[in-house]
């Protein structure tokens, strides 16, 4: 006769960590374990009450963990975490909490002369570190929702392609033709919820920017998450380019 699921089975189902995000590595059979400090206290697993979520489990350790926005914490990391993620030597010593990292970037972020300066630094922030830049945006939503989209948004797109760093969302094009199922099936999440597509044809009444677009639906998806309460990895943004008359 089968169990049923454990309490810490139950436990690990349900488990969210407010403010910021561990990872587990489920790399071969290898079970998830939590960590604080430098030992292992599964029995320190308290559910977030009303909760129904489903931690995120990670298979990538090393560098892979601190690639990934959806999993870096940058110094946050504690050395338990440090040594079973792989992780040891490859961010600086200090720990730092999530609320000095919040703190720290907004003192920078009020500091820098202008809302396109700003937005360049949040993206960055969104590109490196999601867990933290959802925090600082959901905590200032009335400060960075006209930074992160618009009116800010608008000089961003016009701009798109000299400012850019990392792609995010999917970039569709005649090129593609017979090949869509394929380029769908890139995109490493598959739980997703919510997609915003745009043509980059008409941009806050910018005229057609092409491929520059792409900026409008990764902002409002930015919106989305901090306000809806969204999960930043079932957001998709898309760009359906079918080219542009805009010689700029």
């Not at 488990?15 to 910021?20: D, E, H, K, L, T």
């Not at 491929?211 to 309460?229: D, R, S, T, V």
């Not at 898309?238 to 700029?248: C, E, F, I, R, S």
Request: aromatic share 8%; hydrophobic share 35%; net charge positive.
């Amino acid at each position: 006769q089968m169990q049923g699921p454990s309490r810490h089975q139950h436990a690990l189902r349900s488990w969210v960590r407010a403010g910021s995000m561990r990872c587990m590595s489920t790399i071969g059979a290898r079970t998830p374990t939590f960590v604080k400090g430098d030992r292992l206290f599964p029995e320190e697993i308290k559910p977030w009450k009303g909760s129904g979520s489903v931690p995120i489990r990670v298979r990538p350790t090393g560098i892979g963990i601190l690639q990934d926005p959806l999993t870096n914490k940058g110094t946050c990391f504690s050395q338990g975490e440090r040594d079973r993620l792989g992780i040891r030597g490859m961010v600086p010593p200090r720990i730092m909490s999530f609320e000095i990292q919040q703190k720290k970037i907004l003192e920078h972020v009020r500091k820098l002369p202008t809302n396109m300066e700003r937005h360049l630094y949040l993206t960055t922030l969104h590109d490196n570190n999601e867990t933290l830049f959802f925090r600082v945006l959901l905590d200032n939503i009335e400060e960075f929702a006209p930074i992160v989209y618009t009116p800010t948004v608008g000089d961003v797109c016009q701009e798109f392609g000299y400012r850019f760093r990392r792609p995010r969302g999917m970039y569709l094009s005649s090129e593609d033709k017979g090949h869509m199922y394929a380029a769908l099936s890139n995109w490493p999440a598959s739980d997703v919820h919510v997609i915003v597509v745009t043509d980059g044809s008409r941009i806050l009444g910018l005229g057609d920017l092409g491929a520059y677009g792409m900026g409008i639906p990764i902002g409002k998806l930015a919106l989305y998450c901090a306000a809806g309460g969204i999960a930043p990895h079932r957001v998709l943004p898309v760009l359906l380019d079918a080219g542009t008359d805009n010689p700029h």
